[in-house]
Structures are given as structure tokens and as C-alpha cells.
């Protein structure tokens, strides 16, 4: 009865509970209570489950406030055999919490957990493991292992689950059981459900993570349960793949770059006949190497990934993130931008994670957030940290052609409050001057106006990036230096003064006058100052003493003396040692001789860099990443291999029991096994579907080098329908032709002259070029696409656009056979050509000539119905006068006899008048007709747009044509790379425009001009001060040579003594304002309004050269 009593009065009494009603005023802290939890302590030991159930409540309740409840573990231990299931899993709970605390009573208990092991409810089973796991004694490892040894065979998956996260409690506890614990990782690893994989890829990450063998087996597996993982498994599984695929698979960029100059090299090299021929070796090596194929793992493995980016968890997303910057083909990491911007609208924690990281991939891959930069500008709510971060990321994104935008928003930035805010963004002006140095003169002048504000602590940071600016080109620089001079008697803060001190001393050159009087100035206020401001007084008087000694000398030793009885250390020796390498005494050393040498000496421009320049050598998403230090237990990101491991590795052999089912003769030709074997999941199928095209779908470009893909497409052939055996028996037809010609090739090749395999490799150089771009671009269409046609059924609907386009391609459709005939031709022309390189007879002709001819024929109406807008552009009637100036596209040596000129025509581009027009003018220099004269593989800058000219079929031998393509330049003078393909060949060529081509008159009336002048003042306004060339000697000619140099219109205007003009951007519709006014003499001063300031300063530069002239 004294335990229901006690238990009605605690339920009753509304004092509080003895517990937790302990009041610290009266001295209970000090004093034992030995009274304490009295009544749970009879409640536990009361014979009644329901009074035994309402004590563990309450102790557990406890512990979840952070209330120390050890005191009652013996009370609450001798209920570890209770019958009661609610009481027993409360019991375990408590002695998870307390068991290491208590070992010694826990281990009276350890039978009674070993029978636990054997219970038949499986959360008492997993319960009574993680009690016996958190007891930390050496003296039951044993008892330990045998129990995760059973645990890991148990018929329930949260068991398992549990067995996995006891292994790395024990290994911690005795690490001489390694081998043991690895044995029960590996047959955990086989485990085929959700729930065990990610806890097991965690104890295998905690024990051995060096182990990769264990993974081969299980990897498709893993990729294939990703999905269905709970959310923190999913993070492990990703980042140890990650490590794994580095390990395993190709670096899908590594050939890009090389393969890029390599087709440029290999065109060169054959017009220099003096070259090593070392060098030519590696040249014609390099367009041989093989083109990237990449592995169908890889693929399974980004494809799996890739619909997580859509998770509602932050880390899930962070982690498919890191695993795509550091695993996907550049033309694939894209993807992730889109989910990293997502998480941007989370909590201000969330936030900090996501920026630091894309931080650092904005400085490599600085196009894939280009389109977001909005979501980077900062708020008025924003924590400090984070809109530094922000600050940081709009920094790296600036280039030529969002630099006004992203300086216009660091302008309102700097009216902040937040003062930390305010320096950081002034930095950031700083960072994109040095970057960019299209606008440093911009940025300089406007930080030198920042240098009358008000706020001390702006005017102070704004001195420290001016001085690191200045060094950049100090001698056109020196009314700043002098302007600054005078502001050392209003500046308080010591690094600005000591960064002023520094530029004069520095530069006192420049400053001869001024520079004396800030050293007397100085000298007066020596000991007031802070030590960094006294070492550079010192400074700046030893070097006036060296230049200007009969101004300076008492000065100097003034300073001297002060500094020698300063009370830090630092200046009374910088004092000393400076005496004696200046004022030259009969002891003083041989670097007195040299001192002119040592403080004078020219100092290189201090680099500005972001902080997270060197960052993605750590992980990205990991701990050591943030903290940008190693931290304990980060696993180093393995260097991609040289050459690719053996991918059979990862082959699964079926077990018996599975052949016994009902799809048995569909189940024998399977390499690998479905994971959901009980319901026709997706991922088996699927994932072989996906192995298979992969290889299919490049095995024209590759089939020699893809051995195993096309082996295991033999494979898994079986399983495809008959319509498809169908497309592949087509297919197959259709490689025959180029496999007979890689058969005959070596034949050929020992016949060959020295010119003709130049030829050859040159042109094997361009394959590879196109050959990667497929791989790497269009693969994932590709692949999952024939997948798609084999299980249309399962497929998400995400991918249907891909799986039509591609059955466009494959299938034979009636609507399009003029195009397929004629690629077909083409190639065979191509490879014919190859062939018969020595015999230069045009045998080859009699192929293609019907498929060319069809061609034509079907074209006649197409190309009528553009004769309208030809007629418009009339690019034959714009007959190059002399003020439009021709450049060379392509000489006439290096095209081979075909000769290339273009010209920028200004006139409006009718087909999109957002367009540039440019008119090419082909001439055949050859005596052989050249054929289908045409464009391909425009690589352009983001953004930027191609609309190419209508294809020259024919051109007669010493004719020429003439044609007009538009380009959207996107007001930037960034080039159009693209290449310049005739029947036979293809050049690498480039368009760039002078920034005066991209824009197109407008016509303002002289009011208008002066309205729109006066939005566009500030930092939208560029003045230059120039003289006049000796030919610039009335108005027509300053017009004439200002119009010839950007396409602009002239503004009516009152005074005789301006020329005004104006123009529209071609493509956003800025408008450009340009004003030249003369001076008395040859003096002009020349000003240019527009919003884009990287526009107004290149077109400044370009206008004062044609008027001084």
C-alpha cells in the first residue's frame, strides 16, 4: 500500500514533483538528499506493471529534460526481466542512456540481455543489442561479437539495422576485432532491404573504408535502393560512392580540353615543316587517343542521384550536389544549380552550408549559377554571415557583361549599417576591379568619392583597397596619392592611416612636395599613434631619407630617436636596425651599401583572391570542407585513375533459386540480378536496358575500345523484344560499312606519304573532338531513352521528351529521309576520301551523287521561299565600301585554297533583329568545285546565339559567294567559335567583334539626348581628356572617324563646338551616348553615357585612338 499511497499523494499533490522541485536556494546542492526519487524507487519496486509502466514514463521523461536520473539505475535494472513488453523496451531505453555511466551493475544484468537477444519481439531483440554494445568494458567483447554475429542473420531487418550500428561501437571498443567485424559488414552488405543499407555503409565507412572490394559487388545494388534509403542513409550511401566512382571510373573531362587544342595543333603543325619530331609524334598522338566512353556504372549511378536533388532534406540535396561537381561531365553538373538555389529559401543555417559550398564552385564552373544571380542578391534580412558569403558569390560570377548590374547592387550595399557588411562590399569592388579590368578606372574613381563619406569606418576600407588597386599602375595614379595625403588628418583608424603612409612612402616620387610634409606632420603625432601607423612613420622616413635626404634628414633622426624609447619591442629594434642600414657610419655593415636597393625595390601587385580558391580539395559538403581544415575522420577524395579498372568486377552471379521461376529463359541471360525480385520493379530491367544502349548507343564512335559494354550488351540481349532484336539487326547493317573501312585502314596507312597522314590524323582528331561532345553531351538522352523503349511502361515521365526525339533518330520515319540520305552520303564521301588519298581522283563522286542530287531537288522550294528575306538582307548588293573593313576569316593557305572574309554589314539582321549581321564572303581559289559549304558545333559563350546561313552546295572553282549569318553577340566583344565544314574538310574558325559593331543608330532630337544623359550620370559616365590628330581639323572628320568606329547616329545639336551621337545596344537596347566636345587648340573631351559600364570604357578606348590619329 506505501507504493499507492505514495503515488496517489505525488499524483495528487500540486506542490510539484520531489524530482525536478528541487529549489537551489536552499543549499540542497551541497547537502546528500538522500530522500531523493524516493517514490519512483517503490513505484519500480511495486509488483504492479501499470505503477512500473507510469515510473519509467516519468524517469524517461527526465531524461529527455536533461534531468540526471543515474541515481535510480539500480531500481530501474532489476526490471530488465520484467514480462511486460511497454516496461522492458522503457528499461532498455534508460540503460542505453546509462549503462556506460554504471558498467558495473549493467554487468550484473548481462545474462539477462543475452536472453533479451533471443526474445521474440524484435524491438525487445534490438533493444537488448544496443544495451550490450553500450556497455564499454573489454571483459564481454566476446559476449559482444557473438551477439552482432546473430543480430546480422536475424529474420528482421531492424535487427540488422541495429547489428550495423553496434559494429562500430565495438570496433572503437577493441579495435584488434576488425577482421571479424568486416566479415559480418561484407554479409550485411548483401542485405537487400532499405532499412540496413545506409546504417551498413555507415559501419563500413566508420571500420573500412579502405576496403573497396567489398563495395564491387554491391554497388549497382546500392545505386538501385538510393531512392527508397531513409534520408541520413542516403547522405552516407552518396558521399562513399562518390569516393568509390573517383576510384573506379574515368575522369569524364579529362579529354576535353587536350582534345580542344589538339585538332587546332594538329591543323598547324603541317604548315611548319622545321618542327621536332618529338613534337610532331606527340601531336599525331594525341588526336589518336581514344575517345571517353563513359562507363554504363557511371551512368547508373548519376542517373539514380539525380531525381534526389528534389528532396525535401537540405543534406540529401548538398550531397547528389558535391557528388555531381565532382563526378558528372561538365555539360551534366548544371542540374545542380537549380536544386542549390532551392535550398537558399531555408533556414539561415541551411544557408551558410550551401553558400560556402557554392562559394566554391562558382569560382570553376562560374556559368552554371549565372542564370540565378538574382537569387544572390542580398537582403535586409539576411544575417551578417551570410550576406558576406552572398557578397562572395556575386564576386566570382562578375565578368564583362554583368559587371554594371553587380556593381550597381555593391553601391546600395555600401549604405548599409551593418558595418562588417559595408567593408566587405568595398572589398568585393576591389576583387572585381582586379578581375576585371575593364572597369578598375570605374572602380577607382568611385572609391575615391567613397573617401569624402561621412562614415569613418567606409572611408577607412575604401583607403586599403585603393592602395592595393593603385600599386596595380601607381604613375597614373598620383592626384589619388596626393588626394589621399591630405586626408590623413581626418582618417583615425590605423590601417587606413598606415596604408596611406605606405603609398606615400612607397611612391614619394611621384609626390616630391607632399610627400616631407606628411613625415613633419606624422613626427608630431609619433607617440600618439598605434604601432602598425609607427612602423610605417619609420618606414616612410627611411625611404624620404634615401631620396630626399637634404629635406628630410633631421626629420628622419627625429623619428629615429622617438622610436628607439617606444615602449613595443617591434620598434624600438625596427629602429636600430633601420639607423644602421641608412646612416652610413664606419661600423656600420655592407647592406648599408645596398639600402636604396632593399626599400625601394619595385613590389609585386598583391593579388586579390577569393578565400575559397583552393577549397574543392576537400570534399565538397563535408566538415573539413567548411572549416577549410582537416578535420578527424575525413576520408581524402582518391585522384581519378590513369586508366580504367576492370568493370566485370561488378558483375552479380544469380544464385540457383532464382532460375526457378516462371521468367526462367528471360532470367538465364541476365548478368545482373533485379534487387526487387518479388514485384517487376524497375530497377533491374532498367539498369541492364541502360548498360545496353550505353554501349549501343556509342559503338559507332568507339566499338573497339568499349569491349566490356558491348560484352555485356551480348548479354543481355535476351531480354529485349522482337521488334527491338529488329532495330539492332538494322543497326548492326548499317556499322558494317565503317567497320570494313577500320579493317583496310592499317593497309592503307603504310602506303600513305608523310603529308596524307597528317591528313589523316588531322582529320582523326576532329572525329575525336565530336565524338567526345556526343559522349559527353547528348549521352544522357541517349541512354535513357532506348531504355525507355523497352520499358515505356515504368519510366518516369521526366524523360519522355528525350525517348521521342530519339525515336525520331532511330526509326526510319517517312517525314525526314532527305536529311538521312544525305548524312549517309556525307560519310561516305568522307571515309571514301580517306582511302583513296593518294590516288586525288574523283572516284569517290560517283557514290554520293544521287542522295546529292535528291537533295537539291527537295531543297529548290525551301531555298525560293528565303529568297524574299536575301533580297531584304542583299548581302551581294552591299558592296564593302571602304569605311566598312574587311577581316580574314580564313587564309587562303590554311583553308587549302578556300578563302574567307567577313565584314560586319550594319544592317539590321531581318530574321532577328536582337542579331548582329554578318556578311562572309567564300572565294575558291582551287580548280576543283567545293561542295556543301556550311556551319557546325558553334561553342559559345553563355547566352550567346548562332542563326546560320543557308548551306552553299556548290562552289564553281575561282567564284565567290556571298552570305549574311546573324550572331547574338550578347553586348559583350566575347568570340563566336564555331567550325567552317566543306564536303571534304573542317577549320576551326572565330568571329569577334569590335565593341562598336554591336550596337545600331538611334535617333534622338537634341532635348531627348540631354534627358537621357542626365539618367545616365555617376558611374554610367566615362570622360577622357584627349588631343586631336593633326587630320581632325573640322567637325566632318570628327564625325566620320567617331561613326567609322562604332555605328552610331549623329544628334543635332546648337553649339558648333560638340558633336553628339547616339545608339541602341543590338542586343539588350542600351542606350549610348557619346559626346565630343573641342577646346580651344587640338584639346577635345570626350564622353561616353551608357548602363553597361564594360561597353563605355571599350568604346572609349577605341574612339580616343581614331581621333588622335
Known amino acids: 500500500m506505501s507504493a499507492s499511497s505514495a503515488f496517489s499523494d505525488e499524483k495528487g499533490g500540486s506542490s510539484g514533483e520531489p524530482e525536478y522541485g528541487h529549489d537551489p536556494a536552499s543549499g540542497g546542492i551541497f547537502s546528500s538528499d538522500y530522500k531523493r526519487h524516493d517514490d519512483l524507487k517503490e513505484m519500480l519496486d511495486s509488483n504492479k506493471d501499470s505503477l512500473k509502466l507510469e ?99 536475424d529474420m528482421s531487418p531492424y535487427v540488422r539495422k541495429t547489428a550495423a550500428h553496434a559494429i562500430p561501437k565495438l570496433h572503437s571498443l577493441d579495435p584488434e576485432q576488425k577482421d571479424q567485424l568486416i566479415e559480418v559488414i561484407e554479409k550485411l552488405l548483401a542485405d537487400k532491404t532499405t532499412l540496413v543499407a545506409g546504417s551498413v555503409v555507415m559501419a563500413f565507412e566508420e571500420v573500412c573504408p579502405d576496403r573497396i572490394d567489398l563495395i564491387h559487388k554491391n554497388y549497382r545494388k546500392l545505386c538501385n535502393l538510393l531512392i527508397d534509403v531513409e534520408e541520413w542513409g542516403q547522405v552516407v550511401i552518396i558521399n562513399m560512392l562518390t569516393r568509390y566512382a573517383r576510384t573506379q571510373f574515368l575522369n569524364p573531362n579529362v579529354n576535353e580540353s587536350l582534345l580542344e587544342e589538339s585538332g587546332e595543333r594538329a591543323f598547324y603543325a603541317s604548315d611548319d615543316d622545321e618542327e621536332d619530331e618529338d613534337k610532331k609524334a606527340e601531336e599525331a598522338a594525341l588526336p589518336k587517343r581514344k575517345p571517353y566512353v563513359m562507363d554504363p556504372d557511371h551512368r547508373l549511378l548519376l542517373r539514380n542521384t539525380k531525381p534526389l536533388l528534389q528532396s525535401r532534406n537540405a543534406a540529401v540535396v548538398m550531397a547528389v550536389a558535391q557528388l555531381y561537381f565532382h563526378l558528372a561531365p561538365k555539360a551534366e553538373v548544371g542540374v545542380i544549380a537549380k536544386a542549390l538555389v532551392r535550398l537558399m529559401r531555408s533556414h539561415s543555417e541551411v544557408q551558410y552550408v550551401v553558400l560556402q559550398n557554392v562559394a566554391t564552385m562558382s569560382i570553376k564552373r562560374r556559368g552554371m549559377f549565372e542564370p540565378y544571380l538574382k537569387s544572390f542578391y542580398i537582403r535586409s534580412t539576411d544575417p551578417t554571415q551570410i550576406k558576406i558569403l552572398k557578397l562572395e558569390v556575386l564576386t566570382n560570377l562578375a565578368n564583362e557583361t554583368n559587371i554594371s548590374t553587380i556593381l ?85 583608424v590605423p590601417m587606413a592611416r598606415a596604408s596611406i603612409l605606405w603609398l606615400i ?135 581519378w585513375p590513369e586508366s580504367a579498372p576492370d568493370p566485370s568486377v561488378r558483375n552479380v552471379e544469380i544464385p540457383d533459386w532464382s532460375k526457378c521461376t516462371s521468367r526462367k529463359d528471360r532470367k538465364e541471360k541476365k548478368v545482373e540480378k533485379p534487387f526487387y525480385s518479388d514485384s517487376d520493379g524497375e530497377s533491374g530491367p532498367t539498369e541492364s536496358a541502360d548498360s545496353e544502349s550505353d554501349s549501343g548507343s556509342r559503338s559507332e564512335s568507339a566499338s573497339a575500345s568499349d569491349e566490356s559494354a558491348s560484352g555485356s550488351e551480348s548479354e543481355e540481349s535476351g531480354e529485349e523484344t522482337e521488334s527491338e532484336e529488329e532495330d539492332e539487326e538494322e543497326e548492326k547493317k548499317k556499322k558494317k560499312r565503317p567497320d570494313k573501312t577500320k579493317a583496310k585502314k592499317p593497309v592503307e596507312e603504310s602506303a600513305e606519304s608523310e603529308q596524307s597522314s597528317g591528313a589523316e590524323d588531322r582529320k582523326r582528331g576532329r572525329k575525336v573532338v565530336k565524338n567526345q561532345k556526343s559522349a559527353s553531351e547528348s549521352e544522357s538522352e541517349s541512354e535513357s531513352s532506348e531504355s525507355e523503349e523497352e520499358e515505356s511502361e515504368e519510366e518516369s515521365g521526366e524523360e519522355s521528351e528525350s525517348d521521342t526525339d530519339i525515336r525520331k533518330k532511330k526509326t526510319p ?104 549581321a554578318v556578311q562572309i564572303q567564300f572565294t575558291n581559289n582551287t580548280n576543283s568545285e567545293t561542295k556543301n559549304l556550311h556551319i557546325e558545333e558553334p561553342k559559345l559563350q553563355s547566352g550567346m546565339r548562332v542563326r546560320e546561313f543557308s548551306e552553299i552546295e556548290v562552289l564553281a572553282a575561282g567564284d565567290s559567294v556571298t552570305v549574311v549569318m546573324g550572331i547574338d553577340f550578347c553586348d559583350s566583344t566575347q568570340a563566336a567559335n564555331f567550325q567552317l565544314c566543306t564536303h571534304t574538310r573542317k577549320f576551326f574558325v572565330t568571329i569577334q567583334p569590335p565593341v562598336g559593331e554591336l550596337m545600331t543608330p538611334a535617333f534622338l532630337t537634341e532635348n531627348d539626348f540631354k534627358k537621357e544623359q542626365g539618367k545616365l550620370m555617376g558611374m554610367n559616365e566615362i570622360s577622357e581628356k584627349l588631343s586631336l590628330g593633326e587630320k581632325c581639323v573640322n567637325e566632318h572628320i570628327i564625325v566620320e572617324r567617331v561613326t567609322a568606329t562604332a555605328n552610331l547616329s549623329r544628334v543635332p545639336c546648337g553649339s558648333d563646338k560638340e558633336c553628339r551621337f547616339a545608339g541602341k545596344t543590338v542586343s539588350s537596347g542600351c542606350l549610348v551616348l557619346v559626346t565630343v566636345a573641342t577646346k580651344e587648340g587640338v584639346g577635345a573631351q570626350l564622353t561616353v553615357n551608357c548602363e553597361k559600364m564594360v561597353i563605355g570604357t571599350m568604346l572609349v578606348k577605341d574612339i580616343l585612338q581614331a581621333l588622335s590619329q
Open 505 to 639: 612612402g612607397e611612391y614619394c616620387e611621384h609626390v616630391p612636395k607632399i610627400s616631407p610634409d606628411v613625415l613633419r606632420k606624422m613626427a608630431k603625432s609619433f607617440t600618439n599613434e598605434e604601432d602598425i601607423v609607427k612602423l610605417q612613420i619609420i618606414n616612410l622616413a627611411a625611404k624620404l631619407y634615401l631620396t630626399n635626404s637634404k629635406q628630410t634628414k633631421l626629420l628622419t633622426q627625429y623619428v629615429l630617436n622617438l622610436a628607439k624609447y617606444d615602449q613595443n619591442y617591434d620598434i624600438r629594434d625596427r629602429a636600430r636596425f633601420i639607423r644602421q642600414l641608412i646612416v652610413p657610419t664606419d661600423k656600420s655593415g655592407a647592406l648599408s651599401k645596398y639600402a636604396k636597393k632593399l626599400f625601394l625595390a619595385l613590389k609585386p601587385a598583391p593579388v586579390l583572391e577569393s578565400p575559397f580558391k583552393d577549397r574543392d580539395h576537400f570534399q565538397l559538403g563535408s566538415l573539413s570542407h567548411l572549416l577549410n581544415a582537416k578535420a578527424g575522420g575525413y576520408q581524402e577524395l582518391p585522384d
Open 55 to 153: 515510473a519509467m514514463k516519468r524517469i524517461v521523461a527526465m531524461i529527455a529534460r536533461g534531468k540526471n536520473a543515474s541515481d535510480l539505475f539500480p531500481a530501474v535494472v532489476k526490471n530488465v526481466a520484467c514480462k511486460n513488453i511497454e516496461v522492458k523496451k522503457l528499461v532498455y531505453v534508460y540503460l542505453v542512456r546509462y549503462a556506460e555511466e554504471q558498467q558495473d551493475l549493467a554487468l550484473l544484468s548481462i545474462s539477462t540481455f543475452q536472453r533479451g537477444l533471443k526474445d521474440p519481439n524484435q524491438l525487445i531483440r534490438a533493444s537488448a543489442l544496443r544495451v550490450l554494445s553500450s556497455i564499454r568494458v573489454t571483459i564481454i567483447v566476446p559476449i559482444m561479437m557473438l551477439a552482432i554475429k546473430e543480430a546480422a542473420s
Open 408 to 492: 550597381r547592387e555593391f553601391q546600395t550595399y555600401i549604405k548599409s549599417m551593418d558595418k562588417d557588411f559595408v567593408a566587405a562590399s568595398i572589398q568585393a569592388i576591389g576583387r572585381c576591379a582586379t578581375n576585371i579590368g575593364e572597369v578598375r578606372d570605374t572602380c577607382l574613381n568611385g572609391l575615391v568619392q567613397l573617401l569624402s563619406n561621412r562614415d569613418e569606418l567606409v572611408v577607412a576600407e575604401s583607403v586599403v583597397v585603393i592602395k592595393k588597386l593603385l600599386q596595380m599602375q601607381p604613375e597614373q595614379h598620383s592626384d589619388i596619392i596626393k588626394h589621399m595625403a591630405k586626408l590623413i588628418d581626418n582618417i583615425q
Open 813 to 916: 520515319v517517312s517525314k525526314q529521309p532527305p536529311k538521312q540520305s544525305k548524312k549517309e552520303s556525307k560519310k561516305e564521301t568522307q571515309e571514301m576520301s580517306l582511302l583513296d588519298l593518294d590516288d586525288f581522283e574523283p572516284t569517290t563522286a560517283t557514290a554520293p551523287v544521287t542522295p546529292v542530287n535528291f537533295m537539291s531537288s527537295s531543297l529548290v522550294s525551301d531555298l525560293e521561299g528565303l529568297s524574299l528575306t536575301d533580297s531584304i538582307l542583299a548581302p551581294t548588293t552591299i558592296a564593302p565600301s571602304g569605311s566598312i573593313k574587311m577581316y580574314e576569316l580564313l587564309h587562303r593557305i590554311k583553308g587549302e585554297g578556300l578563302a574567307v572574309e567577313y565584314c560586319f554589314s550594319r544592317q539590321p539582321f531581318s530574321p532577328d533583329p536582337n542579331m548582329v
